[in-house]
């Protein structure tokens, strides 16, 4: 029912606007007796953290991330081990040039929230989008990194697979390489990188932005989370994902190329193996069947539209009512879509952690 | 939290098995003094029926409503006005043609969730896809009747714009026609009839399936309702249209399309009107913005897949782990998405009226 | 959120007026493979139903249910196994004398919700109380009754341990005596019986009414269940209580006497076992401690005021603002408390259910 | 379904442990523009901290609040405005004596949660108590304090009404003495005073502990808050009071006592007043009939356990399965009850503001 709340029984709450002091979030029902170190959070925080590189927006946040509460230390190498208690973690804002968007106090930028929710709520913190402001999702992140490690055997990937009219070769897909140091986009595509940079240059010096559809790829689910109607793995992810700043559609396996098949191309079939253990011979499905996790590796796309704050100006409304034309310096990400896959991995990553937990509780986990 | 309830202060918990005696719903929250007809509602079931073209499952079901709580009578026009209490709606089966589903009983049929299912459960009510049947939507629809009239001014409507690998014309699009007696496919497209019905016919007798994207339009939302992180009505609107059986993407605006576009080319810009009030001059957004919904239309797209079940033999296995060869006969659409449109109508209704409350919760839905 | 749900992965909404034609509830969450017969749920509501004895409401009530979803038949002796889907429980009302409420349709019965009731929703079905009549608590009954198989060697029992000014002597305490056929009163003291039945005859005969204390003792309650701080087992047994029409106080283990003691006298002191295993050697706690069950007996009391409806005229206003003299003729229980052991019981044994899936949720059941 | 979470729509969960570095609470749902000074906040704070008189625990913990989100400055006075974006408070820990509690760290402290904690999570931050230390109460009295300013002239008061054997004289009552520098127990009764602390000292010195009886009273309650079932006010505000760490009791309105009288003795009569508002004669059911507030002031008291932590030794056992004698040093309030007061208000203003804000969700707020 909360505003600021996903998950049921692993529960994530976040707080925070662009421009306070802090932000974070409160992980609720981890399980005890999970480890894990404090790097392995980090590690997740720093590949969406901004100023990596002249693609992505040059605020300059260390994205630090402190635990609160909910662990003790083990032993002396750093392992921290979950108690069941509530985690709360961290982050301090530490680059807020509030300066950059005074200009735009009382303006209603296209493409952003800012008229609906000023008659939403009738105030609001304009600096850097406030609470609309995709610095939110490092606390998703955070929590990302604890959900990957409830399930045993876990594997959550993400990867940029198209930008703007540009698509990478999916035959060269090469996991190992998105989160290569010379691969500023989670492109899995190595030959893809000239090409999207190149495009992506054109597009910042023209003021522009351009959008993006990003791959998750979940491998390790157990068969059996999710159920028939309303507490589907799908329905989950889709809504987790569509909560993702800038995200306007979301896929399952096939997604919308699934309306233009005949239910025998979109069937997949399946054959007991030699071991014993049935396997499906293709993954339309995207390894969700009824609502229900098929043990399949579970596949989710969704498209990121272009970033609104462009230095393009564009026609526009204040706040008392008078026209304006809105040009949006400050500093931006000309792809949003870029630092979004890791956030979409930790958005899937929260939906299955929480889906294991209460398949747990209504079945015993069988 | 629960597995077979959505929406938080407009909350729906449905129930009821394809061939078990009956399903219904319990609708909660509804505000006390809506008025309506239980012909309103019927009109909605009678939509979704199935038996009523060629085109769509043979089953004949009455699907005749009862409501059984929440409402009293006022007049003698058979108005009736709910309380405030818990709206009990009850469907019975009528068509359980149980001998059907004899031979598939242990089989999985490959596209459905019987094998994920089964792991999950251990027991599985086979007769028609059980908890798994889309006969559940019934409820949904009943449900949807009265969100509508939840929100004042608020018209949902919805239309099937492709099939398989053909689409409409959405220069001839006629919402007057979308209920059109002529129409067995909810096409808003009076042209596309021919083309559609020759193209199904091919399917159907071809012992096949094909998928299809419905539209759903909701028009009088109120701005602002919806919410910045994770409660956002495009998320909750997402997460509704998922659950409907067999659909695989949804989108809300440009959707996939906005990943295409420029930051210039996707902005939705803004004029005061000559009345005083804001204008978009496009909607690209789908009338929701940071989560937010503008005041425009919200448009709403969802992908349906195939039908699994399918005359065509497919490879799969059974419970006894054996290899068999899985052919679906009984009754079935050869176009599921068909009967999907009151269905994906019913779901936005839902989000949009749930949201309209908790508006009002929070804010006093200034 | 709901307003007429209770419970988080044992889930239970119930619906239905006094004076409509049914009334019912949706069991979500119910774990599946459990199995039970009919009988076993109908002997519940067989305890709680109405015109047993002259110390109850005379309205004829059988109170039949009938199961509409979520189970299957299991061999040839009437046995049902649940499936994991939402389990529809309805119970037809037979005996609605509407004429008899006719009179007080617009007054406001003093002790009765009628007056803020009808403030809050500005509609009101009087009959019996409408909603908030005690025949709602049929429901709860019935879910109850399925809640006692959910944990495994559970045993929920109740009985009455004051009326009005009079106590049952504890020492005498046979809870075989508690279902005993001579027993109109659930007390587990057989010489208590004699003494309530002519007190009570006394408060029936003087049109007047009185309170009750009610214990409920569950055993089998495996240590574990319940959580430090919101999902405290108390709280929700609390709560499940202070829900039941009339309850106006609870109390765990010593409850209000725990004020007056002092800390080694409340102090439930440990040894280990002969068999190894810890032994308290006091249960003052109630079988809770901070939260959290110790596997001792959980020991709850609860309080139920005077029935409100009684034949005695008391002073009140009427929905027009005139001041009235409400005397409340129908078909009352002299002592609501009476038919409140079963209710009672129902409401552990679902917080208890509950929260065994909970704990198997959070921890994996250790 | 959070296990750290209360609340629905005025939602607070809560995180910290004794000895970590802080703990807090993040307020999810205030509505927007409710104006407040982070110095209210502070001055709640500081009526439930340890070390003001030699009554209570000698920890010395400033618990200053630091709010870290949801809020912005308005004008140059510390005025604060809340912007409808959930609000994360935070309060350091800083006098964590961790070698206090060493002796113990293996011990199960009879009445404590330790024996049950321990099974439950198979860890456990023994200092102070960790996550179920009375510590976390802090965050409940911040997030109370804003719960107050919600609902439009709502007064929540409080006041210790008995300690152990020993209760006050209610004709004495002084809602201003509760509050006075002189008084060191939230005594409404200031004759009370000096027999308190002679009753209190000798339960300290003699290394013991008592319990205690708190009373609520909540003034402008608007008419028409709760619901006549799972959603009553009575339930809800129970609920959040046993929630309240060593509370065993919870009583609305005449409570217990209610069930010792008749019908015409707990009869709230009414008459209409010579303004045209409808009058109450007397208050026996403390504000709630049916679950729904009347507008009369609601009562609620709760009964708080003597302390468990006590220098008197105790039988218990060790984690290891051994017997062993404990004795809790460390610095622990001889009556816990006395700082329940202010934590008592903080759940009752939380629960009336949550149903505030529902009941204008579902009904508008007629």
Same mark, same amino acid.
């Given at each position: 029912?909360?505003?600021?709340?996903?998950?049921?029984?692993?529960?994530?709450?976040?707080?925070?606007?662009?421009?306070?002091?802090?932000?974070?979030?409160?992980?609720?029902?981890?399980?005890?007796?999970?480890?894990?170190?404090?790097?392995?959070?980090?590690?997740?925080?720093?590949?969406?953290?901004?100023?990596?590189?002249?693609?992505?927006?040059?605020?300059?946040?260390?994205?630090?991330?402190?635990?609160?509460? /909910?662990?003790?230390?083990?032993?002396?190498?750093?392992?921290?081990?979950?108690?069941?208690?509530?985690?709360?973690?961290?982050?301090?804002?530490?680059?807020?040039?509030?300066?950059?968007?005074?200009?735009?106090?009382?303006?209603?930028?296209?493409?952003?929230?800012?008229?609906?929710?000023?008659?939403?709520?009738?105030?609001?913190?304009?600096?850097?989008?406030?609470?609309?402001?995709?610095?939110?999702?490092?606390?998703?992140?955070?929590? /990302?990194?604890?959900?990957?490690?409830?399930?045993?055997?876990?594997?959550?990937?993400?990867?940029?697979?198209?930008?703007?009219?540009?698509?990478?070769?999916?035959?060269?897909?090469?996991?190992?390489?998105?989160?290569?140091?010379?691969?500023?986009?989670?492109?899995?595509?190595?030959?893809?990188?000239?090409?999207?940079?190149?495009?992506?240059?054109?597009?910042?010096?023209?003021?522009?932005?351009? /959008?993006?559809?990003?791959?998750?790829?979940?491998?390790?689910?157990?068969?059996?989370?999710?159920?028939?109607?309303?507490?589907?793995?799908?329905?989950?992810?889709?809504?987790?994902?569509?909560?993702?700043?800038?995200?306007?559609?979301?896929?399952?396996?096939?997604?919308?190329?699934?309306?233009?098949?005949?239910?025998?191309?979109?069937?997949?079939?399946?054959?007991?193996?030699?071991?014993?253990?049935?396997?499906?011979?293709?993954?339309?499905?995207?390894?969700?069947?009824?609502?229900?996790?098929?043990?399949?590796?579970?596949?989710?796309?969704?498209?990121?539209?272009?970033?609104?704050?462009?230095?393009?100006?564009?026609?526009?409304?204040?706040?008392?009512?008078?026209?304006?034309?809105?040009?949006?310096?400050?500093?931006?990400?000309?792809?949003?879509?870029?630092?979004?896959?890791?956030?979409?991995?930790?958005?899937?990553?929260?939906?299955?952690?929480?889906?294991?937990?209460?398949?747990? /509780?209504?079945?015993?986990?069988?």
């Amino acid at each position: 029912m909360s505003h600021n709340t996903f998950g049921h029984l692993f529960r994530v709450t976040t707080w925070g606007e662009s421009h306070g002091p802090a932000l974070g979030c409160v992980v609720d029902g981890c399980p005890p007796g999970i480890r894990f170190k404090l790097a392995e959070i980090q590690a997740e925080l720093d590949r969406r953290r901004p100023g990596t590189s002249r693609f992505v927006t040059q605020r300059r946040e260390p994205d630090e991330v402190k635990i609160l509460s /909910g662990v003790l230390p083990e032993g002396e190498d750093g392992t921290l081990v979950t108690t069941g208690t509530p985690i709360s973690m961290l982050i301090d804002n530490v680059d807020q040039r509030s300066k950059d968007y005074g200009e735009i106090a009382r303006q209603y930028r296209p493409g952003h929230a800012d008229f609906a929710y000023d008659r939403k709520y009738g105030i609001r913190d304009h600096r850097g989008g406030g609470r609309s402001s995709a610095r939110e999702t490092a606390a998703r992140v955070a929590a /990302g990194a604890l959900a990957r490690k409830v399930v045993p055997g876990l594997v959550v990937r993400g990867a940029l697979v198209a930008m703007g009219t540009m698509e990478i070769d999916r035959d060269a897909w090469d996991w190992d390489f998105v989160d290569d140091a010379q691969n500023p986009f989670f492109t899995p595509d190595r030959q893809s990188v000239a090409r999207f940079a190149t495009y992506l240059d054109g597009i910042r010096k023209a003021g522009s932005s351009v /959008g993006a559809v990003i791959e998750i790829v979940a491998e390790g689910v157990p068969v059996g989370l999710g159920a028939p109607i309303y507490a589907k793995l799908d329905q989950d992810i889709a809504g987790n994902l569509m909560s993702i700043n800038a995200v306007k559609g979301v896929e399952i396996g096939e997604g919308f190329n699934a309306a233009r098949l005949t239910g025998e191309q979109n069937a997949d079939e399946m054959r007991m193996g030699n071991d014993g253990k049935p396997i499906f011979l293709s993954n339309h499905a995207g390894g969700i069947l009824g609502g229900i996790s098929t043990g399949q590796p579970v596949v989710a796309r969704f498209a990121v539209k272009p970033t609104s704050s462009i230095l393009t100006p564009r026609q526009s409304i204040d706040r008392d009512g008078r026209n304006v034309d809105v040009m949006t310096k400050g500093r931006h990400d000309p792809c949003v879509g870029i630092r979004a896959v890791p956030i979409g991995e930790a958005m899937v990553a929260c939906a299955i952690a929480d889906h294991f937990l209460r398949d747990r /509780g209504q079945t015993g986990g069988r």
